[in-house]
């Protein structure tokens, strides 16, 4: 490759919200930004089990702009093809991979044991992507890092990773490659969260890579959402159902619990049993209290909030509540119903139409909350089809993604026109409206690269 050329290689969430990989080919050195799991789509899914169309053995370094799955989740299979460079990351960041990780790992050799027992998979015998053991040959390549300091990667190539909301340990890249800068904005997030504090912004980009969730799209404040809550428990504790939020265990499962603690707090919903059914939430709360600098709560407040919840870890538990017809409001994982213990509970609850499902975050197409959220009446559960009777409830004013407004005041401190702006980490009408956006507001032309196709920057 000629070294005055830049290839970029869009190996995920492009033209899809999930997956998201771009490695950076200098000719000299290839840097992958972010090494996500496909989530969704079947047709997306299956691209899981394939080999990347690059030698991954090739690859110099990783670098993460956080830690949740569709950003992190395909790393142990990126070890297993060969990948043997340093994997670069703030360390809350490090410390939720490892836990998300581990918990997928553990879902999937658990998962892939029930369909060989049930014999519902095609696949015989059926096999999890990766297990523990390839997680435990993942973790040894993770390198923490401060944010906001300049980090020398390679001759001529450093990097800097700047707090950017979201999720603990978030950030956005700038990557300098002789003296070009490229910015990976990862995922933005909002600029009053109760939880996290507002996003840093870049003031140069050369090359701008932008990611597009909500693009179009407008959220109310997150204050607004409060009276919602407040009424969607009250209206089904009183008919004697019970709330089950699928909730993402990184931030979004404490900014509930956050929530429904105030609320109970200042008596505006009943007392009734409050549960947060997720190790991996248990293990994020635990980072909360390590990680005083990237939040908002204070020690006491971690403390009061968490003594109000009955926070499960064991599968045992998980097993004997969910037959539990008691009203009560119950988190647990995954956000997309896309696996989880919250699949648990809809095999034995989903037939109560006095129980509500709230969602509280994006819901990625052809996942099970996407197509409950579209009116189905069935899903399936571990290779069976359950009736869904549940009343649906969406607060959209809880998304831990910036909004389109807050994605085009993100960028207003850039103080040089980018020579190319790329469009990621969306569904297409997201991605047209912030292209469209872009170039209203800025006079910028931006492109919507598809899934493997390779751009060349001078």
């Given at each position: ?23 950076v080919d ?49 790393l ?38 029930r ?11 059926a096999?999890?992507?990766?297990d ?5 040959k993942?973790?040894?390549?993770f ?5 906001s ?65 909500y693009?179009?799209r ?12 407040e ?15 699928p ?16 609320l ?21 709360l ?7 600098d990237?939040?908002?709560l204070?020690e ?43 699949l ?10 006095n ?9 990625a ?52 026109k ?10 297409k009408?997201?991605a ?25 920057i001078?």
């Open positions: 490759m000629d070294n005055n050329k830049i290839n970029i290689h869009f190996l995920g969430a492009a033209g899809t919200v999930t997956g998201s990989k771009y490695l200098t000719g000299d050195r290839k840097i992958l930004i972010d090494c996500g799991l496909f989530q969704g789509l079947k047709e997306l899914r299956l691209k899981n089990w394939e080999y990347p169309p690059v030698n991954v053995g090739d690859i110099d370094a990783v670098l993460l702009t956080h830690g949740h799955m569709d950003h992190t989740g395909y142990p299979r990126l070890v297993k093809q060969g990948f043997n460079g340093p994997i670069y990351g703030t360390n809350p960041t490090l410390d939720i991979a490892k836990i998300i990780l581990n918990d997928s790992a553990k879902i999937q050799e658990q998962e892939a044991e369909a060989n027992k049930e014999g519902y998979s095609k696949h015989s015998p096999e999890p992507l990766y523990l053991k390839d997680v435990e993942t973790i040894p390549h390198k923490g890092i401060p944010q300091q300049w980090i020398p990667l390679f001759d001529g190539i450093r990097a800097r990773f700047q707090y950017n909301g979201h999720i603990l340990g978030a950030t956005y890249i700038e990557l300098d490659v002789h003296g070009k800068r490229f910015v990976f904005s990862g995922d933005i997030g909002r600029t009053n969260d109760l939880l996290l504090y507002p996003p840093l912004k870049p003031k140069k980009a050369d090359v701008l890579f932008i990611e597009s969730t693009g179009g407008f959220h109310p404040d997150e204050i607004e959402a409060l009276p919602q809550i009424k969607l428990v009250n209206d089904t504790i009183n008919r004697g159902g019970s709330l089950f939020i909730s993402f265990s990184v931030e979004r499962a404490q900014l509930m619990m956050v929530i429904f603690w105030k109970l707090k200042e008596k505006k919903i009943p007392k009734v049993r409050m549960i947060m059914d997720s190790p991996m939430g248990a293990s994020v635990e980072l909360f209290h390590r990680t005083r990237w939040h908002r204070d006491n407040e971690c403390d009061e909030m968490c003594s109000h919840f009955t926070v499960v870890s064991s599968y045992r538990e998980t097993m004997e509540l969910r037959t539990d017809n008691k009203p009560k409001i119950v988190i647990a994982g995954s956000g997309m119903l896309t696996g989880g213990r919250m648990n509970y809809l095999e034995t609850q989903a037939q109560n139409p129980n509500t499902l709230l969602f509280v975050g994006y819901q197409e052809g996942t099970r909350g996407r197509k409950l959220l579209e009116g189905d009446k069935e899903l399936k559960v571990y290779g069976k089809w359950v009736p869904f009777d549940m009343e649906v409830a969406e607060i959209e004013g809880l998304s831990a993604h910036a909004d389109h407004a807050e994605l085009m005041d993100w960028m207003d401190k850039i103080n040089n980018p020579e190319r702006i790329f469009i990621v980490h969306g569904e009408e997201s047209e409206a912030l292209q469209k956006g872009i170039k209203e507001t800025y006079g910028w032309d931006a492109e919507i690269p598809q899934l493997y196709t390779i751009e060349e001078e």
